[in-house]
């Protein structure tokens, strides 16, 4: 079979090739996987640059998200069954004709469930909607997002006015406000304008903003720092510009703020099985709703691999980029 490796780290519009591999048997416990569609996310590419929280042996395989048939039975699994369409959000090198997964990470996907929509179902907006969970948000709060044109912002942006929380999103460029429009997605600002903050502000009028959520780092994490109100909490989700924070301390000593990080695979890996199986129950009900969108940009072939990877980065995306076979 095949699948799509890289021999050392570095640029995957680089270093990204398609190999022909043997074919991986289930143990106990696990099930082999026939992929149908694989989503690429931004810490898959940070993966094979060697600068994510994971680094894999070198040679390595890539990709944690597909969508798939189940082939094989592994020994003792009995809750899914050969022919029956998964979904699988953390099984690394899932960028390939056919995985091994462990059954317990697998989600079965319901028929009214597109193949494109479950293809990117578990990673990003269980990462979404379980940092919304960590967040203990009332209904009528306020709080604010940079990278809000990307998957985790648009998702948090949706189930945040699903659940009754006000989210203003933060872009870098002014043609993001359409962009996100688009998705009826508004309260956004783009802080390429003179007069943003005070645009955030009158958006949330008297309000204090509770929380900000900081996925881009370097300066951009001051400048959410600097929206919070009293006792205000600044959420690490990423690091897209800069691995280094810049923030004032004169708004963490005054504000009386917190910073803390958020890595979703953690958080996943420790919650309870019936909070997570609630939380997936809230994503489903919220797709079939129309409430939460998961829109797909273009579909390329794993011989397009390099050219995906570079695509993922290009500004204006209205959607996922994602891998066929």
């Known amino acids: 079979m095949r699948a799509v490796m890289h021999q050392e780290f570095g640029d995957p519009a680089e270093v990204l090739t398609v190999e022909d591999v043997e074919v991986p048997q289930p143990g106990p416990g696990e099930v082999r996987v026939r992929t149908l569609l694989a989503a690429i996310h931004n810490h898959d590419l940070w993966t094979i640059r060697g600068s994510y929280g ?13 969508v798939g048939v189940v082939e094989a039975l592994g020994e003792g699994v009995e809750h899914l069954a050969v ?7 953390g099984t690394f090198g899932a960028w390939a004709e056919e995985f091994v997964a462990r059954a317990g990470g697998l989600i079965p996907v319901p028929d009214g469930v597109p193949d494109e929509v479950a293809a990117q179902l578990v990673s990003m907006p269980f990462s979404a909607i379980s940092l919304l969970e960590s967040l203990d948000l009332q209904p009528g709060d306020w709080i604010v997002q940079n990278a809000a044109n990307g998957a985790v912002g648009r998702m948090v942006a949706q189930l945040g006015k699903a659940r009754g929380v006000n989210v203003i999103g933060l872009v870098r460029r002014t043609a993001g406000v359409a962009e996100l429009a688009a998705h009826d997605i508004d309260r956004i600002v783009a802080t390429d304008t003179d007069d943003w903050a ?5 958006i949330a009028g008297d309000a204090p903003i509770k929380v900000g959520v ?24 990423g690091a897209m510009q800069s691995p280094t924070m810049e923030i004032s301390s004169g708004d963490v000593i005054f504000k009386q703020a917190t910073v803390r990080g958020f890595w979703g ?6 919650m309870p099985a019936e909070q997570r199986r609630a939380l997936f129950g809230e994503l489903i009900q919220r797709i079939s709703e129309g409430s939460l969108t ?3 940009d273009t579909v390329y072939s794993f011989d397009e691999v390099r050219t995906a990877a570079a695509a993922n980065f290009e500004p ?3 959607g996922k980029i994602l891998l066929r076979p």
């Open 214 to 237: 900081d996925s881009v780092g370097g300066k951009a994490s001051g400048e959410v720092m600097s929206l919070l109100a009293e006792n205000g909490v600044l959420v690490v989700f």
């Open 83 to 89: 022919g029956q369409r998964v979904a699988s959000g």
């Open 294 to 296: 998961l829109p797909v």
């Open 316 to 318: 204006g995306r209205s």
């Open 54 to 66: 994971f680094k894999p042996e070198l040679p390595a395989r890539a990709g944690t998200e597909a």
């Open 198 to 202: 005070d645009q955030v502000r009158a």
């Open 265 to 270: 695979s953690t958080v996943s890996r420790t």
